[in-house]
Every structure is written in structure tokens, then in C-alpha cells.
């Protein structure tokens, strides 16, 4: 999974590089907040393939826990 989610991120950068539309810097710093502080602390060393319904159906709760239980880093990604 881990390795999945490295390569997305890496091929949005790109895109960035290449001055694509629809790609922004802005964006890209969301999607690394979202993957590196929330989605990768979730699933943790789960495959891809062994991410299922119930792992999405879990992550909302999860999020709201994490949020109220954990001190993130402030601008961590700018």
C-alpha cells in the first residue's frame, strides 16, 4: 500500500512540474496531509488488497479520535 500511495504522490508532483492543469501545489500538500497523517497511520502495513468496505466504513470514526487524542504538528506540509 505504502508503496502505492509513494508513487501517486510522486506522479501528482510531477504533473505539478509539468505545469499540468488541474494540478496544484496547494493540492498536493492536502493530499500529503491526508495520506502521511491520517490514511497511512489507519491501514498501517495492510496491502492494498486486504483494504476492504469495512476499512472505509472505519475511517471517518477513526479520524475523529485521532483529531480529539492526538497533538499534530502545526504546517507540518508548508
Do not use: C
Amino acid at each position: 500500500m505504502a508503496e502505492g500511495l509513494d508513487r501517486f504522490l510522486k506522479h501528482y508532483q510531477d504533473n505539478i512540474n509539468k505545469g499540468m492543469n488541474g494540478y496544484t501545489p496547494n493540492i498536493l500538500r492536502n493530499l500529503r496531509k491526508r495520506i502521511d497523517f491520517y490514511w497511512r497511520e489507519y491501514v498501517g502495513a495492510k496491502e492494498s488488497d486486504d483494504i476492504g468496505y469495512t476499512d472505509f466504513e472505519g475511517y471517518e470514526a477513526f479520524r475523529r479520535v485521532y483529531a480529539k487524542n492526538t497533538k499534530r504538528i502545526k504546517n507540518k506540509y508548508r
